[in-house]
Nanobody, 123 residues
Framework: QVQLVESGGGLVQAGGSLRLSCAASGRAFASYYMGWFRQAPGKEREFVAGIRGSGSSTYSDSVKGRFTISRDNAKNTVYLQMNSLKPEDTAVYYC?????????????????WGQGTQVTVSS
């Protein structure tokens, strides 16, 4: 069983930065693939970035070059550094975990989710 708690969301102007954190409880954190998803009002939850226990990462095209995912296995925490934020990045951001998601961009394949943190980017 894994429990995830996100933090770090807030209101920021376009062009600004935010750093999200996701603290995980439970054992064997390093064994889990960790993903960040987001969901804007009226839209489906979409993949943002993901990272393996080894540190290899994947990004959606919409955030590549602006967002960076990282993890600290000693602290059971995964981060999402978001730079050059745009109004279209406004959404609730969720942290997710799964041992071996067969397709890392599909939200339904993750076993564990956090409660989400709101990110609002004003123009």
């Amino acid at each position: 069983q894994v429990q995830l708690v996100e933090s770090g969301g807030g209101l920021v102007q376009a062009g600004g930065s935010l750093r999200l954190s996701c603290a995980a409880s439970g054992r064997a954190f390093a064994s889990y693939y960790m993903g960040w998803f987001r969901q804007a009002p009226g839209k489906e939850r979409e993949f943002v970035a993901g990272i393996r226990g080894s540190g290899s990462s994947t990004y959606s095209d919409s955030v590549k070059g602006r967002f960076t995912i990282s993890r600290d296995n000693a602290k059971n925490t995964v981060y999402l550094q978001m730079n050059s934020l745009k109004p279209e990045d406004t959404a609730v951001y969720y942290c997710a975990a799964d041992l071996r998601p067969p397709n890392v961009v599909v939200a339904g394949l993750y076993d564990y989710w956090g409660q989400g943190t709101q990110v609002t980017v004003s123009s």
